[in-house]
């Protein structure tokens, strides 16, 4: 009796898995990766539309702030707002400083989150718009009174991101 116990004991340590096990196993796997794959897409959608939020904020209000300072007599310009993008993180004179110091709004432009081309300066991944036109057709002009991002697809929330 002792034989036949080694024999049998040797055949169930060298077993492995089925064919049909491995099968199961792989389609319950593409099964739950195919369910996981959506999620991620919308995960980093999610990211980039918090990104464009952020980035549209921190502008914004870095145009609001050097309005601020043309009311207050401290920057020059026609209708109070930057000639460019640029000037709001290159900096621009303070006319009431003694010392002509700068005034900076920004310590870099963001980019456009939404931008597919990353060799375009950041400045260049937004659209301007003018002091002199509208809100529903907004045009460059001789300032930026607002931006807006140029990619035409819809957020999350249904609304194109160039409106946001």
Request: charged share 25%; net charge positive.
């Amino acid at each position: 009796m002792a034989r036949h116990n080694r024999g049998v004991q040797s055949r169930t340590s060298a077993s492995g898995f089925t064919l049909i096990e491995l099968v199961v196993t792989v389609a319950i796997v593409a099964v739950l990766a195919s369910g996981i794959m959506p999620m991620i897409e919308v995960t980093v959608q999610r990211n980039k539309e918090q990104e464009l939020r952020v980035a549209l904020m921190q502008i914004r209000n870095a145009i609001d702030a050097y309005k601020k300072a043309a009311i207050d007599d401290r920057t020059v310009g026609a209708s109070g707002y930057p000639k460019t993008l640029e000037l709001l993180a290159s900096g621009v004179e303070d006319i009431k400083s003694p010392t002509k110091a700068k005034i900076f709004f920004l310590r870099r432009i963001p980019r456009d989150p939404m931008s597919t081309d990353p060799s375009i300066p950041a400045a260049e991944t937004w659209g301007k718009r003018s002091y002199a036109s509208s809100a529903e057709n907004p045009q460059e002009g001789n300032d930026v009174f607002d931006i807006y991002s140029l990619n035409t697809e819809r957020g999350l929330n249904g609304i194109s991101y160039k409106d946001w």
